[in-house]
Every structure is written in structure tokens, then in C-alpha cells.
């Protein structure tokens, strides 16, 4: 294999690995103000809820945002 066909194998293995760790950690942190909204107010479920609603939509948002930028910054390596 080329040392071009590698790099392009890490690069997308490492799109994938980070497509991964931010739908998690966004959802992670709308429930983690969530779990703390509902201890605020005094609620039971109503925040967590809604805070992992918000978390799975930044998610897939951030990723689709990780997506676009990865697929322009291909088309900038095929300018040798």
C-alpha cells in the first residue's frame, strides 16, 4: 500500500473514533444539567429527559458539522 492510502485509512478511522466520542460526551452533558436542573427545582425526571433529547440532537449535529468539514478538507487534498 502507498503512504497516501494509510494516511487517508488513520484519518478516517480517527473521523470515526471522534463521531463516537461527541455524540457521547453531548449526551453525557445534557444529562448531566439536566440531572442538576431537576435537583434545582426540585423535579424528578423532567430535565434529564429533556437534557438527553438535547444532547442526542447537538450530537448528531456536531457530527454532521465534523462531516461536512472533513469532506471539504478532502477535496483540498487532491490539489497536489
Known amino acids: 500500500m502507498k503512504k497516501d492510502d494509510w494516511r487517508?485509512?488513520?484519518r478516517t478511522l480517527g473521523l470515526?473514533?471522534?463521531l463516537g466520542i461527541v455524540i457521547i460526551v453531548n449526551i453525557g452533558l445534557g444529562f448531566y444539567l439536566g440531572?442538576?436542573?431537576?435537583?434545582?427545582?426540585?423535579?424528578?425526571?423532567?430535565f434529564k429527559v429533556f437534557g438527553i433529547?438535547?444532547?442526542i440532537g447537538s450530537g448528531?449535529?456536531?457530527d454532521?458539522?465534523?462531516i461536512l468539514g472533513s469532506m471539504e478538507n478532502d477535496g483540498d487534498d487532491n490539489k497536489d
Do not use: H
Open 8 to 10: 487517508k485509512i488513520m
Open 16 to 18: 470515526l473514533t471522534q
Open 35 to 46: 440531572l442538576k436542573l431537576d435537583q434545582w427545582l426540585g423535579y424528578n425526571y423532567l
Open 53 to 55: 433529547l438535547v444532547g
Open 60 to 62: 448528531f449535529y456536531s
Open 64 to 66: 454532521y458539522q465534523l
